[in-house]
T-cell receptor, first 111, second 113 residues
Framework: GDSVTQMEGPVTLSEEAFLTINCTYTATGYPSLFWYVQYPGEGLQLLLKATKADDKGSNKGFEATYRKETTSFHLEKGSVQVSDSAVYFCALSQEAGKSTFGDGTTLTVKP | EAGVAQSPRYKIIEKRQSVAFWCNPISGHATLYWYQQILGQGPKLLIQFQNNGVVDDSQLPKDRFSAERLKGVDSTLKIQPAKLEDSAVYLC???????????FGQGTRLTVV
């Protein structure tokens, strides 16, 4: 079956540091790929998405590129802020809608 | 635009009791999902509806869990009887169609004691 593997956390960075959270997947066909974020005390919300190979999703300074050859969708941000502290989930969704989530990576940004 | 509504937000029950969760998806969203999120893990899909039909319930423990989506709108997830290992956050989400962005509710935190 489909699976998503995220880098283990927690990740602690200083403000303005560069962020990479690795995500690799195993899936049949051509799934859509997503990054969701969960801020403290809030529900899951979509951060960015990509629907086909080589697509780049971006939002709020975060980026991720759909790499089919390496089955990866790594999340990056050039300069993190304290407000980016949250749990980040990588996920995929098949054409029929069945979705699979990674276990999440907790990011803490210190001033 | 109103988001996905869930109730209750919190529930504490004793093992072997029953419990029900309610979800009202975003208007016009055909696909509705119920997820179970155990602390420290990612959401696990329990059941997916397309309108009022079940698309996937392969990970739903059918001996104790049941779900329905009447008239293709609201949905109810029930656990009967509950076990200690059912303690988790139960998330409802909806999307316009299957592989588009899912919008999540705040979840129901269930504690079984």
């Amino acid at each position: 079956g489909d699976s998503v593997t995220q880098m283990e956390g927690p990740v602690t960075l200083s403000e303005e540091a560069f962020l990479t959270i690795n995500c690799t997947y195993t899936a049949t066909g051509y799934p859509s790929l997503f990054w969701y974020v969960q801020y403290p005390g809030e529900g899951l919300q979509l951060l960015l998405k990509a629907t086909k190979a080589d697509d780049k999703g971006s939002n709020k300074g975060f980026e991720a590129t759909y790499r089919k050859e390496t089955t990866s969708f790594h999340l990056e941000k050039g300069s993190v802020q304290v407000s980016d502290s949250a749990v980040y989930f990588c996920a995929l969704s098949q054409e029929a809608g069945k979705s699979t989530f990674g276990d999440g990576t907790t990011l803490t940004v210190k001033p | 635009e109103a988001g996905v509504a869930q109730s209750p937000r919190y529930k504490i029950i004793e093992k072997r009791q029953s419990v029900a969760f309610w979800c009202n998806p975003i208007s016009g969203h055909a696909t509705l999902y119920w997820y179970q999120q155990i602390l420290g893990q990612g959401p696990k899909l329990l059941i997916q509806f397309q309108n009022n039909g079940v698309v996937d319930d392969s990970q739903l423990p059918k001996d104790r869990f049941s779900a329905e989506r009447l008239k293709g709108v609201d949905s109810t997830l029930k656990i009967q009887p509950a076990k200690l290992e059912d303690s988790a956050v139960y998330l409802c989400a909806s999307s316009f169609r299957g592989n588009t962005e899912a919008f999540f509710g705040q979840g129901t935190r269930l504690t079984v004691v």
